[in-house]
């Protein structure tokens, strides 16, 4: 499956770097996220319950960045496992300046296998961008709160 997106930040790119580097901000973003730690200046490990249809289960799984070109880019390797099923991905973020704030363009593949895979591609699609955007929502938030921006 293929995420691609793109959102507009009210902020500079530095600062946008700064909240998605930051393990407690990039942990309140995903919804179901119960854990995250970061385990190195690039790998992250944590644990996340999603429910996609009539599936519903917890998974445990690594993110790793990588080719990082701070503010402006870097790349993501995530995968992790669970009773429903696995998943694996790779995705790559721009950060832009644009009208005074920032552009994130964002873009990848995800494998899923298991119970999880049998669901449909529509409903993991769905389900996918609705946790993308409720992400966004809570970055925009969170970058409001800490420059007073709006």
């Not at 701070?70 to 790559?92: H, I, M, Q, R």
């Not at 899923?112 to 049998?118: P, T």
């Amino acid at each position: 499956m293929k995420i691609e997106g793109e959102h507009l930040f009210n902020g500079s790119r530095e600062e946008v770097w700064a909240l998605v580097r930051d393990p407690e901000v990039l942990a309140s973003l995903l919804p179901g996220t119960t854990d995250l730690k970061q385990l190195s200046e690039s790998e992250y490990e944590g644990s996340i319950t999603l429910r996609i249809g009539p599936v519903t289960g917890a998974f445990s799984g690594k993110i790793i960045v990588e080719d990082e070109n701070p503010p402006e880019s870097c790349s993501l390797v995530a995968e992790g496992e669970g009773k429903p099923g696995f998943f694996k991905g790779t995705g790559d973020v721009e950060l832009l300046e644009q009208d005074g704030g920032t552009l994130m363009k964002y873009g990848g593949e995800i494998q899923i296998g298991g119970k999880l895979a049998g669901v449909g591609q529509r409903l993991i699609d769905m389900t996918s961008k609705s946790m993308i955007k409720q992400g966004m929502k809570s970055l925009d938030k969170v970058l409001a709160e800490r420059t007073g921006k709006e």
